[in-house]
């Protein structure tokens, strides 16, 4: 039987990602699996959470729960909005009467990264020529929904690429969503120290599997002139297995 899933595809990905976005319906699609979007989605709410804007947040939850209704998982292309939605969704409604419910659309969200490492357990045959990228880990993707990993396994089985250590793959790139417009110098001086650990590494390519953290680094690469490119995991892994050149 074909598989079924909701994609859900961000704020950022709508916005600013669209290429990323296709890249990731067309990974999916690749597999088989049948991929059913919802015209009307929006935002997961983390910007209104993590600004204390709880009333809100759940109001935007219990929305998406609505648009979301089906027994299907709902595939998301970003460590962060995942863990928002499977996660940070069960303590904003820890108290709530509507908290099983909450729990039940929650344990359905999955990252596409975990999605496609752990439950297709893709076999990818790498097209491109030999490379060696870096990896950024970021925050909610690490320690909330703790995606990281499986982003990792997917770029370890293109047999053209190695992925580089980065001293400080952990630190925060400044981003932060409301952060790196609220304390602009400090976010600044946080992505010039994350494309300094970037260029020692020696990679040609920095992958990230989060726009927002894409955006930043791969913005301030450009600003100073560096030469390592930026790219979204999912556009990545789509042109290393169709032989697109980067």
Request: glycine share 8%; aromatic share 10%; charged share 25%.
């Amino acid at each position: 039987m074909m598989k079924k899933v909701y994609f859900y595809a961000t704020c950022l990905g709508t916005a600013a990602m669209q290429e990323a976005v296709l890249s990731a319906i067309k990974l999916l699609r690749k597999e088989g699996v049948e991929v059913i979007f919802k015209k009307n989605q929006t935002c997961c709410g983390q910007p209104a959470f993590n600004s204390g804007y709880f009333k809100e947040s759940k109001e935007i939850a219990l929305y998406n729960m609505q648009q979301f209704k089906g027994d299907y998982p709902i595939v998301v292309p970003s460590g962060s909005c995942a863990g928002m939605m499977s996660h940070d969704y069960l303590e904003l409604f820890k108290e709530n009467k509507e908290f099983d419910r909450v729990r039940a659309f929650s344990s359905r969200v999955i990252e596409l990264s975990q999605y496609l490492d752990e439950v297709l357990k893709v076999d990818y045959e790498d097209k491109g020529e030999n490379i060696k990228v870096a990896w950024h880990s970021n925050c909610h993707a690490l320690r909330v929904q703790k995606s990281v990993e499986a982003s990792k396994n997917l770029i370890r089985r293109l047999k053209n690429v190695e992925l580089v250590p980065l001293e400080f793959e952990e630190e925060c790139c400044g981003f932060g969503g409301t952060f790196s417009v609220k304390e602009p110098e400090i976010s600044n001086a946080m992505a010039l120290q994350k494309v300094k650990d970037i260029q020692n590494s020696g990679a040609q390519y920095l992958i990230s599997g989060d726009g927002g953290c894409l955006l930043n680094i791969k913005g301030t690469m450009e600003r100073i002139g560096a030469e390592v490119k930026g790219l979204h995991l999912y556009d990545f892994l789509l042109k290393r297995i169709e032989g697109v050149r980067l």
